[in-house]
Antibody, heavy 115, light 106 residues
Framework: EVQLVESGGGLVQPGRSLKLSCLAS????????MNWIRQAPGKGLEWVAS????????YYADTVKGRFTISRDNAKNTLYLQMTSLRSEDTALYYC????????WGQGVMVTVSS | DIQMTQSPSLLSASVGDRVTLNCKAS??????LNWYQQKLGEAPKLLIY???NLQTGIPSRFSGSGSGTDYTLTISSLQPEDVATYYC????????FGGGTKLELK
């Protein structure tokens, strides 16, 4: 069974940093690209970043480019999202999701940016 | 950037109705479109991939169609458990979600 479990969220002040993790199981993690997608409270879905299976290709939404860094450790079956210079508009539930098809999603981790 | 526009934003229908949800892209996305269902408090679930392919385990009352810039998700006979928000998602050029259609029971 495919499982994606996010962690690392919480309350953080504007301008500070936070690092999210997503632990994958139930499939060969190193064979799949991975994604971060977020959802602000009461709002729709927003694609944030994607990384290829070997980390050769990385893409970001314009709203986070230069502030967020996606990475992965295939030996640990873990996807990461390093978030810096956080803003109130980054407040959202952050999901990790598998593959180019975006077929499986984690349950999400909440990030709240507030003073 | 490709924009995805879903209509209607809110849809009320009765159990057993045939329901059609629409998604329009700002340019040709070559059928590179998925549909997701998100129930309240849950993560999105993939229903349809590459326009018209039913994800494993999804009931056959769900179907997708379309080409070019216009795409449709159809529920052939609405069930109470289908109450949810539905999102389209293009991955032809970049990655973009539509704004969603909230489906409720009349």
């Amino acid at each position: 069974e495919v499982q994606l479990v996010e962690s690392g969220g919480g309350l953080v002040q504007p301008g500070r940093s936070l690092k999210l993790s997503c632990l994958a199981s139930g499939f060969t993690f190193s064979n799949y690209g991975m994604n971060w997608i977020r959802q602000a409270p009461g709002k729709g879905l927003e694609w944030v970043a994607s990384i290829s299976s070997s980390s050769s290709y990385i893409y970001y939404a314009d709203t986070v480019k230069g502030r967020f860094t996606i990475s992965r450790d295939n030996a640990k079956n873990t996807l990461y999202l390093q978030m810096t210079s956080l803003r109130s508009e980054d407040t959202a539930l952050y999901y990790c999701a598998r593959g180019a098809t975006v077929d499986y999603w984690g349950q999400g981790v909440m990030v709240t940016v507030s003073s | 950037d490709i924009q995805m526009t879903q209509s209607p934003s809110l849809l009320s229908a009765s159990v057993g109705d045939r329901v059609t949800l629409n998604c329009k892209a700002s340019q040709n996305i070559n059928k590179n479109l998925n549909w997701y269902q998100q129930k309240l408090g849950e993560a999105p679930k993939l229903l349809i991939y590459y326009t018209n392919n039913l994800q494993t385990g999804i009931p056959s009352r769900f179907s997708g169609s379309g080409s070019g810039t216009d795409y449709t998700l159809t529920i052939s006979s609405l069930q109470p458990e289908d109450v949810a928000t539905y999102y389209c998602y293009q991955y032809n050029s970049g990655w973009t979600f539509g704004g969603g259609t909230k489906l409720e029971l009349k």
